[in-house]
C-alpha cells in the first residue's frame, strides 16, 4: 500500500494508518483483523488555537449557576419586567 496524505489547507492533514492483531504465520493472519483509522494533524494555526483554549465541565458551570441563583446573583432585569 502507498502512503499518502490528504493537504486540507491551513486546516491541517489527514492520512491513513492501518493496524492488526500480530499472527504466528501468514496462513495464521486473518485480514478481519485489520483495522482502519484516519489521523487528523492540525495545521500551525489550528495547532496554536487548541493549546491556548480553556475548558471547563459543565457539571462545574452548572454548579456555579446554582450557587447564583441562591445567593441573589444573575444577571440583572429581564427586559419588560422592571
Known amino acids: 500500500m502507498t502512503a499518502f496524505s490528504v493537504q486540507l489547507g491551513e486546516f491541517g492533514t489527514m ?6 492483531e500480530g499472527a504466528a504465520t501468514e ?4 485480514t478481519e483483523t485489520i483495522k482502519p483509522r484516519v489521523v487528523f494533524t492540525p495545521g500551525i494555526e489550528l495547532k496554536s488555537e487548541l493549546a491556548a483554549n480553556s475548558y471547563e465541565s459543565v457539571r462545574k458551570k452548572e454548579e456555579a449557576d446554582k ?6 446573583g444573575g444577571s440583572g432585569p429581564v427586559a419588560g419586567q422592571g
Open 67 to 72: 450557587d447564583k441563583k441562591k445567593n441573589g
Open 27 to 30: 496462513k495464521a493472519f486473518k
Open 15 to 20: 492520512r491513513l494508518t492501518l493496524s492488526s
